[in-house]
C-alpha cells in the first residue's frame, strides 16, 4: 500500500514523483513535474514544457504560449 503505478512500474509518492511515465527521486524541494523534469513549483513554473523562474509578486506570469 501507499504504491501507485507510474508507466509500467510503481512508485512511492513520499519519495519519488512520476513524471511523464517515468519515476524520479524526490531530492530536495523537488515537488512536481515539467514533462520528464522534476522541478520545485514554488520557485519554478512550468511554461509550455520549460522550467522557468517564478515571477516576482505583481510581474506577469511570463508564461506565454
Known sequence: S?????GSTTYNPKLELCCNGAV???T???NACCRSVP???S????????VVP???AGQLSGCCG
Open 43 to 50: 520557485r519554478k513554473i512550468c511554461c509550455s514544457g520549460n
Open 39 to 41: 522541478y520545485d513549483n
Open 2 to 6: 501507499g504504491h501507485y503505478c507510474c
Open 28 to 30: 530536495g524541494s523537488l
Open 54 to 56: 517564478r515571477p516576482s
Open 24 to 26: 524520479k527521486t524526490k
